[in-house]
């Protein structure tokens, strides 16, 4: 309901920046950093963060919910990412698939993967 109708927005880009998911720069003479602010719609990073948190949740004898958003976190934990920041990857990827959902007006269908359990056990 926040995101209305998706013609407005010409890429995820701008979706996520809408959704104040995206970095913002901040530069004067030579130097320059990029930080994420607490701008966009609030109500829309919300959404984004709560379905990241339930994307990477397990269920009670430890299953992923979602596989490959578990993997894709759990890639960044291991890339030295903060789980802060992980999440935020996460949350940012999901504005990526939204996006073209909406634009091709399709349903999620979770990408075929492994047993989690084969996984784990190789792992």
Sequence with gaps: AE??????????????????LAPTEHSSGKSSHTSRKKYGCRNLNNAFYM?????????????????VAYNYYQKKLAEGKSGKSALVCLQRRLVDIIFAMMRDKTAYKLPETPDYDVLNKAG
Excluded at 3 to 20: C, E, K, V
Excluded at 51 to 65: C, D, E, Y
């Design 51 to 67: 379905l990241a948190l339930q994307q990477i949740s397990t269920t009670r004898n430890g299953k992923p919910k979602n596989p």
């Design 3 to 20: 995101i209305g109708n998706i013609s407005r927005f010409n890429s995820a880009n701008q979706l996520a920046r809408y959704s104040g």
